[in-house]
């Protein structure tokens, strides 16, 4: 299966409640990220963990890397209608010297308002 | 970050004809990258231009087929050849944008008829 495989697949949540949405991969990573698509439109950056990090905040935003387990969360706190998206993992395992991402099949997330 | 653009932000083409697809970064950057999006689908790494060598391209994608110029440390095109229905997908580009984080470009939505 593909490498940066996201779970579940669609979710659907009420605005104010939180979102969790996960991530697994099969290879040795230099780093994990997450982005955000609206509607086919281009991808945002939201948030890099690198290898030897556990936890990072940005805002709303908190996610966690395991790489003993290969996986990582992104949880989304108090969503908002604006937070209904498209989220992707991607892994990247070139050791920072390519930057070759390598995407999951992402996570529909609708918050309903 | 960088702030990367794409034109045409959509085309509907003829099978069989061309499109050319430009990105323009705004900072140098030595490599970009070119991923094509199926409908429905994630993300997958078409090639890696380099300026002043030839791209290199992923496993399933080649030359004759998405022909790619890298004429400057800015800018990179990338030419969808001979299309098909099955080309229609949206194509992103991206650049690195400082500690390993990759930007991407909003993308442009293809459709051959």
């Known amino acids: 299966s593909q490498q940066g495989e996201e779970d579940p697949q669609a979710l659907s949540i009420q605005e104010g409640e939180n979102a969790t949405m996960n991530c697994s991969y099969k290879?040795?990573?230099?780093?994990l990220q997450w982005y955000r698509q609206n509607s086919g439109r281009g991808l945002v950056h939201l948030i890099l963990?690198?290898?030897?990090?556990r936890e990072k905040h940005s805002g709303r935003l908190r996610v966690t890397l395991d790489t003993s387990k290969k996986s990582s969360s992104l949880l989304i706190t108090a969503s908002r209608a604006a937070d209904t998206a498209s989220y992707f993992c991607?892994?990247?395992?070139?050791?920072?010297?390519?930057?070759?991402?390598?995407f999951g099949k992402g996570t529909l997330l609708t918050v309903n308002p | 970050s960088a702030v990367i653009s794409q034109k045409p932000s959509r085309d509907i083409c003829q099978r069989g004809t061309s499109l050319t697809i430009q990105c323009q970064v705004d900072?140098?950057?030595?490599?970009m990258f070119w991923y094509r999006q199926q409908p429905g689908q994630s993300l997958t790494l078409i090639a890696t231009?380099?300026?002043?060598?030839?791209?290199?391209?992923e496993s399933g994608f080649v030359i004759d087929k998405f022909p790619i110029s890298r004429p400057n440390l800015t800018f990179s095109t990338l030419t969808v050849s001979n299309m098909s229905p099955e080309d229609s997908s949206i194509y992103l580009c991206?650049?690195?944008?400082?500690?390993?984080?990759?930007?991407f470009g909003p993308g442009t939505r293809l459709t051959v008829l």
């Open positions: 290879t040795s990573i230099n780093n």
């Open positions: 991206s650049g690195p944008g400082g500690g390993d984080t990759q930007y």
């Open positions: 900072s140098q950057v030595t490599m």
């Open positions: 963990i690198r290898s030897n990090e």
């Open positions: 231009a380099n300026q002043g060598s030839e791209a290199t391209y």
């Open positions: 991607a892994t990247d395992q070139s050791g920072g010297s390519n930057y070759k991402l390598t």
